[in-house]
């Protein structure tokens, strides 16, 4: 394996960024993979995110299997699994970012411009073959909805794994609430890799040098130098200001793999789903799997999968991919065991739209008593049960829940859980994305965007517009159409579900103290997506009491995916 550190890529303002890139030492033209992004890297996995990585190479031996490792970073593919298959790798460092300089402002649309520039860059090279994949997790899979819309002319295959598409709903603010997830994750992992760090910041295990460049700048001049990402989120409620940080899904034409996760409530999980539906691709497939947010894009099913794909659209190999159905999931059991199972489309075909009456005390599909159930937005909120499961019940694909709500206040947050308990009565909790004590799904509203947007909104995916504001009048009865994210369980006779509305976050009791070292807060439910900003929820707007108003012309409902055991 060749390895080139630091190659200068030079875009149209005259910034130069920086490329490590990894390449057969064959003298042959191959085709090239590439992620763009702000971690640094020459930060080291293990260096940089310790508690991730030591979970994933004690659980999953065949992560760090067959590599040194000392070339595996974050969320990025490891080098000697590739390069040896007939890839060449570029890791670019995205502007203001590790050993690139210039103005530090992720998710822009100057640095998707770079992106699309990098891209063509790597296409003109001698050792490549003209084609580029994009690959990379998360951060390096969100920027690809984006960069693909430009259409890039190298670019022939992306394969997004856990990255959200729509930044403002799935990144910045659940059902128009602030999330406090991004600001952390700057403060966190973006600027400890800031360009201009140098001695200040880490080193490179495999190299020795500054992993930020080599000139050490003041903490003004760092400040100076970089866009003020949670003031940007703070002081914009509306989807408006994010325009150029939202991808153009109907513009992505390029064959396409999206890789989700079910336990990926709060981050990537509904994009990942949106983009394959949306995306104006023909050749797209869907993936979606279990367990922690980085693990499955390293392991040999991972690996295999991602090469099949790109085997296929890269080198041209007739290795049946075209023959792979649309849908690949793991379904999740309560146990703690998945089934691989193949479909043709989303939301499942044969899937049986199932409404529950929210009652005085109970969910079921049977009229409901007029009624209403309030709650205090400082507390623990209220539920409501379905009856034991008469069989084995199977739950997958989007969730939706109508509600009629009424607030002391001038606007109010929902905060919707759709929980499990066993025939003991016991929560049975599932491995998240982040959070090894998630919920089987989550939604969130704000009361004052509850506008929908008809063109996208379905009657199992309500699809809000968030442009403006509607007008809450206290005591008065609005109609509240919450997206819960989709999901999957399959539920034992006996089991039970419960549907909890809260005026704040979810938090599992009976959680021990679990962190993770990238993660200011402990995980209890919520993982790293809270909505506690008091900028964004004022104590004098979000208190009180809401109060959920049932049957009659208040029928308030959730519905549920309901798999067959048998379709036709």
Not at 375 to 403: H, K, Q, Y
Not at 465 to 494: A, C, M, N
């Amino acid at each position: 394996m060749l390895v080139e550190r630091d190659v200068p890529i030079e875009m149209d303002d005259g910034i130069v960024l920086r490329a490590d890139v990894f390449r057969p030492n064959d003298g042959l033209a191959h085709p090239t993979l590439m992620t763009y992004g702000p971690y640094g890297k020459g930060l080291a996995f293990a260096d940089g995110y310790p508690t991730a990585w030591r979970k994933m190479a004690e659980e999953h031996l065949d992560t760090v299997t067959g590599s040194t490792n000392v070339h595996q970073c974050w969320e990025v593919a490891d080098p000697e699994k590739w390069v040896p298959h007939g890839y060449a790798l570029v890791r670019v460092d995205s502007r203001g970012a590790g050993r690139s300089p210039g103005f530090l402002d992720p998710f822009s649309a100057r640095e998707t411009e770079d992106f699309r520039e990098c891209i063509e860059w790597a296409g003109r090279q001698a050792w490549s073959n003209g084609k580029v994949g994009l690959s990379g997790i998360s951060y390096y899979g969100m920027n690809q909805w984006r960069v693909a819309a430009l259409k890039p002319g190298p670019l022939a295959a992306i394969c997004v794994w856990e990255g959200a598409s729509d930044f403002y709903r799935e990144g910045a603010r659940h059902g128009g609430i602030l999330s406090t997830m991004l600001l952390n994750w700057y403060e966190m992992q973006v600027l400890p890799v800031q360009h201009g760090r140098g001695e200040a910041g880490p080193r490179s295990a495999a190299t020795g040098e500054l992993v930020c460049g080599d000139q050490t700048l003041s903490e003004s001049e760092l400040a100076a130098n970089r866009a003020d990402l949670p003031r940007f989120h703070r002081d914009n409620e509306f989807v408006d200001a994010y325009r150029e940080r939202q991808a153009d899904l109907s513009q992505v034409d390029v064959p396409l793999l999206s890789a989700g996760n079910w336990g990926g409530q709060g981050l990537h999980l509904r994009g990942n789903i949106e983009g394959f539906c949306r995306a104006s691709s023909t050749q797209k497939w869907l993936e979606i799997h279990d367990g922690e947010h980085w693990v499955e894009f390293y392991t040999d099913y991972g690996v295999d999968l991602q090469r099949r794909f790109f085997d296929h659209f890269l080198k041209g190999a007739d290795n049946r991919w075209g023959e792979q159905p649309r849908i690949q999931m793991k379904v999740r059991h309560v146990d703690g065991t998945t089934e691989v199972r193949h479909e043709d489309a989303w939301p499942l075909p044969g899937t049986t739209w199932t409404d529950l009456q929210l009652d005085i005390d109970r969910l079921h599909p049977g009229a409901a008593t007029e009624s209403v159930v309030s709650f205090d937005v400082n507390g623990e909120g209220v539920s409501w049960t379905t009856e034991p499961m008469e069989e084995t019940t199977e739950i997958t694909g989007p969730v939706a829940c109508r509600l009629f709500v009424s607030t002391t206040s001038t606007d109010a947050d929902i905060f919707a859980v759709l929980r499990a308990f066993d025939p003991a009565g016991n929560e049975q909790v599932f491995q998240g994305a982040i959070d090894p004590f998630s919920a089987v799904t989550k939604g969130w509203l704000r009361m004052s965007h509850r506008e929908l947007d008809e063109r996208f909104s379905t009657p199992y995916r309500p699809f809000h517009s968030h442009e403006r504001k509607s007008e809450v009048i206290p005591y008065e009865i609005y109609q509240l159409d919450v997206e819960l994210w989709p999901t999957s369980v399959v539920l034992p006779p006996g089991w039970r579900l419960s549907l909890t509305l809260r005026g704040s976050d979810w938090v599992y009791d009976s959680a021990p103290d679990s962190r993770l070292s990238n993660f200011k807060n402990p995980m209890q439910g919520s993982g790293p997506f809270l909505h506690n900003d008091p900028s964004d929820r004022s104590a004098s707007v979000f208190s009180g009491r809401t109060s959920i108003h049932l049957g009659g012309k208040h029928t308030s409902f959730l519905r549920l995916p309901i798999v067959p055991a048998t379709r036709t």
